[in-house]
Each structure stands twice: as C-alpha cells, then as structure tokens.
C-alpha cells in the first residue's frame, strides 16, 4: 500500500470516528423523547430548551412517547443508536421508582443510559386542606405529628395511586416521625387533590407546582416542602427536614442518551443544553411552572440518579407497592 492510500484510509477513518459528533452538532435533527403526554410540565421545559438550543445543536424535535408509567419512551431512548441522535427524559419516575415498582423493566436504568444532565428540581409540599388544619389546631409539622400521635390512626392521606411520588413521599413521612396515617389511593393526581380539596383526606403530598395554585387562594395550606432547602417559590414555607433530619424526597427530570453514546458527543450536548438552563429566559420560565433548573455534569447526574435509585429501592419495598 503506498504513502497516499495510507493517508486516504487515515482520513476515512478519522471521518467515519467523527461522525456522531457532527451529527450531534449540526446538520442532522436531534429526537428528544419525553416519556409523558404532552402538555405537562416536564414536555414544556423539553420543548423550552429544544428551543434554546437550536443555535449551538440544529433542530431539536419532541416526541412524545407516554405510557407505563414513562417506560415507554425511556425504553425508546435506551434501545436507540448511540449517535446523539436520540435523547430523552429521565425522570424520577423512569430512573428511580419504576425499577422497584414494576415486576419486570424493559431497560435497565443503571446501565442502559449515559447521563448529560440534570435539568429541573420541582419541590413537593405537604399541604392540608386549609379548614382541617384550622379545625384541628395545624400550623406546622410538629403540630401535624403531635396530633398523629395524640389520635392514631384518626389522620389519613391521598395520593395519585400506590407507588405514586405523593405515596412514597407519605410512607416516608410516616416512618420517620414515627406516625401513622391511612393511605387513600386515588386514580391520578388530580382526583386526589379534588379530595383533599373537599376534605375527604387530611393531607396529601403534592408537587408545588400542582399545589400553587390552591395554596394561593387559601383553599390549601402549605405545612412544609420536601427540599433539602426551602424552595424559593416558597420561601415562607419551612422544610420537612427542619423537623425530620435528612428528609429529602422531590421530584426532578434530566437528559440522558443511551449508554455506548461517545464521551465527546455526551459533552457537546451537556454544554450546549447546561448554557440554556442557565439563561434569564429559560430561569424566568421555569419560574412561572415552580421549576429550578439545575445544571450540571453528566458525571454528576450519574451519581445523584444513582443515589436516588437505591433511596427509592428502600422506599417502595417499605411500602410493599406493585405494578403488575
């Protein structure tokens, strides 16, 4: 072979290695599924920064794959080819809980996925229905466990349904302050704020941004977020772990593509999506949804879904909760 075939094959194949690169980066549309129907507040922060990006990334499209409680679409992510192609949602649903709550997974959350990063933290917040906790003399947490345990088994809460965000975060509660409150499981989330509001329940555990709306007229009362650190949205409002050391459980989402995807594309991606978290635009916002963007490395994001994967291991398997 002489020097210029050498140097041709040299070039086909620096080329051909750096293909998904410049596909991630322009010419080609990048897929970002979000597991959940449109609409919600996880497709709109999707469809926000697919928008921000479009400068540094090309076309970012939303395809929307709901179903299985989000397993649907991260399935779809983690079996696409690891071009940088196709992105997706990972949720705390997805890459948390799920693993736990369903028999048998179609991916492994684990392994299946390479992490680019965090993008939103949404507190929830223990809320009562504003007239109980009136009737009942609650204001603050300690008064909600000194009453649990002055009158057992007389409070109750609902949620969305067994081994929803709100009965996790419930079982939670009530086995850190040695409590304990019947579980009303409803059929989605609303419904089950529908009986709080009505005051079929005492109390619920309910993202903010649900919440908001209803502890702003006064119809709910805000007792404490599930932040490590009080939510800004809600800086009046203390925390769960004022109270209860260490208690910490909040819904979040982020962007990962499917494991095999090169370190390189991995980081042009988490460059480009982390300086759209970061803009006023995008900030203001996820402000008006009760959202914190959070930015920051795929190595970091890694670590914290791998640390909220075995939290939720511990939760679900207290709670004896199935699917399937």
């Known amino acids: 072979m002489n020097k210029r075939h050498i140097l041709c094959l040299l070039a086909a194949t620096t080329l051909a290695a750096g293909a998904p690169i410049a596909n991630a980066q322009s010419g080609k549309t990048i897929r970002l599924v979000v597991p959940y129907a449109a609409g919600g507040p996880i497709d709109v922060t999707a469809r926000v920064l697919a928008e921000r990006v479009k400068d540094s990334l090309g076309t970012v499209i939303i395809d929307n794959k709901p179903g299985a409680g989000g397993n649907i679409g991260a399935d779809a992510v983690a079996k696409a ?118 005051g079929q329940v005492d109390f619920n555990f309910d993202n903010l941004a649900t919440a908001a709306p209803n502890i702003r007229s006064g119809k709910l009362k805000a007792i404490a977020v599930t932040t490590a650190e009080r939510s800004s949205a809600l800086p009046e409002v203390p925390t769960v772990a004022a109270t209860l050391k260490g208690f910490a459980i909040d819904t979040w989402w982020g962007l990962v593509a499917p494991a095999g995807t090169p370190a390189d594309v991995v980081t042009k991606l988490n460059q480009a999506f982390v300086a759209a978290l970061n803009t006023p635009e995008t900030k203001t916002r996820f402000a008006s949804l009760l959202a914190e963007p959070v930015a920051n490395t795929p190595e970091q994001f890694g670590a914290f879904m791998k640390s909220e994967l075995a939290k939720y291991e511990k939760v679900v398997k207290a709670t004896g909760a199935k699917v399937d």
């Open 81 to 198: 080819a690891p071009d940088g192609l196709t992105i997706g949602i990972a949720a705390t649903a997805t890459h948390a809980v799920n693993p736990w709550l369903y028999s048998k997974m179609p991916f492994n959350a684990a392994a299946d996925f390479a992490p680019i990063t965090q993008m939103v933290r949404v507190p929830n917040v223990l809320v009562m229905n504003a007239e109980t906790a009136q009737r009942l003399k609650i204001n603050t947490l300690a008064d909600l466990i000194a009453y649990a345990k002055a009158n057992p088994a007389k409070l109750n809460y609902g949620s969305g349904g067994n081994g929803s965000a709100g009965h996790l975060a419930g079982e939670m509660f009530k086995k850190e302050a040695g409590i304990f409150a019947v579980h009303i499981p409803y059929n989605g989330g609303n419904p089950a704020q529908l009986a709080l509001l009505s």
